[in-house]
């Protein structure tokens, strides 16, 4: 369809609406904010099947396993972030902080770590063997996190005026759930404004979100540069956040690439998430030929899911030179690659990057439609510094096995990868009980926003409890993977990262080898032959929780 892109007069009439809806939005009281969520989950739910055809047709997915991408990473994971949100808001009601009977433990460092996944019995069941906590900064006890806990929620009468969130064009579900953070942790109402890549969404999101339209909470607007332009430099914008790309949070902050002295160009705050090259740490071990085949399946998960078109996606797979089953891995990893289905590479620009990578990298492997290149001391290091957002894997190694191994992988990654925005780690149960107190601080020493352990961190994403952002300490000069959080449904402050943990094997390997998971191939496996059916039936079951929705999801996922 052709979309209109909003002109100044729009933009001007958008920003004046959402003016008066945030000083509505300041008495609101918490009961009437609840209800007023509430309806649009309802609204979303509505809207799904409409919102999921319109991302497919966006991307051009083909029919079959591979829709099951949009069902999870659109409306079930804005149904699930509104599910979580309406939930602290409801304890903040009665009283209570939006983290009391979160269980928590002593994290390396001196840090409380608080367990978010599972969160109930619905979860335990539905991510059985998975489990995510977050983390605080160095020093914050459980008890003052608590007492703190609840932003914006808890500060009534605050006017976050009106912010501008610039959507991301790969994943449609990180626009809505920008657009709730800025309203519940800062009181600030949002004009959207889409990439044109999914402007084709502007009528399914303006269904799903209607409730905070209709409430002057929210505007969607769409448009190319000139209309984030306008909007950057509108005087009724009070705050920017974007999504997407470090060269483009440059030209907004500083109006150049290169230079940024002086003061910056956009005189009002910004917060980012703007991606990196992220890695992908293999701990060598004894695995069997299962356990090869399954990882297989796992790392290409993390480069090729989306075609490659994630800020998360894994792009640097970290192995031992010393281990003995490397070649072998990389064999499978293969094999998993050339019979992947065929996808065209749908983002803009992304034939360029990868002509790029194959410019620097001249003995690359070319596998349907997919590049896998190995970066050693004699090749560019272009592949460890820029993101190319597309279907290119990179392997390297490093010498060591065991601790030696992984903390040389972990500086690694620290040091010589752009960005800190996620980071994953794949261990034998047995490697890592083996190394002890050791293994936790190195997971410490990995300074990224999350980590995912035998679990890609991405699903960090879908958590909504999680945080979501880079690692602190980015500046304005030098913003990497971008500055500050969203997500965060228990609304907690001081928090530093997210870490995530799932079963090293699946469901029934998981058991007859000593792992208490019963967990099938997980559905967000570009491998996962009922993904489709599976997603459809969480995203169902996160409109409406119910143990009467639980054997079908089951019963999809075992087919995976």
């Known amino acids: ?67 099951g991408e949009e069902w999870m990473s659109g409306p079930y994971a804005t149904l ?40 109930n019995l619905f979860e335990y069941n539905l991510f059985h063997g998975f489990s995510g906590e977050v983390w605080l900064t160095p020093g914050v006890s459980a008890d003052a996190a608590r007492r703190r806990a609840g932003l914006g929620a808890t500060r009534r009468g605050e006017n976050g005026g009106v912010g501008l969130v610039l959507g ?41 979100f209607a409730p905070l339209i209709g409430a002057g909470l929210l505007r969607i607007v769409n448009g190319g540069a000139d209309v984030g332009q306008y909007l950057t430099a509108h005087p009724g914008i009070d705050h920017v956040h974007i999504t997407g790309s470090a060269a483009t949070h440059d030209m907004i902050v500083w109006g150049s690439l290169t230079d940024k002295a002086g003061e910056p160009k956009l005189r009002k705050p910004i917060t980012s998430e703007l991606g990196g090259v992220s890695p992908i ?42 281990w003995p089953q490397k070649e072998r891995f990389l064999t499978e990893i293969r094999r998993v690659v050339d019979r992947l289905p065929a996808r065209a590479a749908w983002y803009p620009g992304t034939d360029a990057k990868v002509a790029a990578a194959l410019d620097a990298y001249p003995d690359v492997e070319q596998l349907n439609g997919r590049v896998l290149l190995e970066v050693n001391d004699s090749t560019s290091q272009d592949a460890l510094t820029t993101e190319y957002f597309g279907p290119v894997l990179a392997h390297t190694e490093l010498p060591g096995v065991g601790i030696d191994f992984l903390c040389a992988a972990v500086d690694f990654a620290n040091d010589r990868l752009d960005g800190s925005l996620g980071a994953s780690m794949i261990v034998a149960p047995g490697d890592r009980a083996a190394m002890g107190s050791r293994f936790d601080d190195a997971v410490a020493d990995l300074r990224y926003g999350t980590i995912g352990i035998n679990v890609w961190s991405a699903i960090g994403f879908l958590v909504p ?11 304005l000069h030098d913003v990497g993977s971008g500055i500050g959080i969203v997500h965060n449904s228990h609304l907690l402050d001081d928090v530093e990262r997210s870490v995530v943990t799932g079963p090293f094997r699946p469901f029934p390997r998981s058991i007859a080898r000593g792992e208490f998971a019963l967990s099938p191939k997980p559905a967000w496996f570009v491998t996962a032959r009922s ?18 929705r639980l054997p079908g999801i089951f019963s999809e996922a075992f087919r995976a």
């Open 1 to 67: 369809m052709t979309s209109t892109f909003a002109t100044e007069t729009d933009i001007d009439e958008a920003v004046d609406a959402l003016t008066a809806g945030a000083a509505r939005w300041v008495v609101m009281g918490l009961t009437e904010r609840i209800t007023l969520l509430e309806r649009t989950k309802r609204s979303i739910a509505a809207a799904a099947d409409d919102w999921v055809a319109a991302a497919i047709d966006a991307k051009g997915i083909p029919t079959g396993p591979l829709e």
């Open 80 to 119: 699930a972030g509104f599910g979580a949100i309406i939930d602290s808001l409801t304890k903040i009601d009665a009283g209570k902080s939006p983290a009391s009977g979160l269980p928590t433990h002593t994290a390396p460092g001196n840090r409380t770590a608080f367990r978010m996944l599972p969160g």
């Open 168 to 208: 991301a064009g790969n994943i449609s579900s990180i626009g809505p759930l920008d657009v709730l953070y800025e309203l519940v942790a800062h009181n600030r109402v949002s004009v959207l404004k889409l990439n044109p890549t999914f402007a084709s969404l502007t009528p399914a999101y303006s269904a799903a």
């Open 281 to 322: 740490i293999v701990v060598p071990g004894d695995w069997t030929v299962e356990d090869l085949r399954f990882q297989a399946e796992h790392v290409a998960t993390q480069r090729f899911h989306n075609c490659g078109h994630n800020c998360i996606g894994g792009q640097v797979l970290i192995l031992s030179a010393d």
């Open 465 to 475: 409890a999680l945080l979501w952002g880079a690692f602190a300490g980015n500046t």
């Open 531 to 548: 993904a489709t059916g599976a997603a459809e039936r969480l995203t169902r079951f996160a409109a409406r929780p119910s143990w009467r």
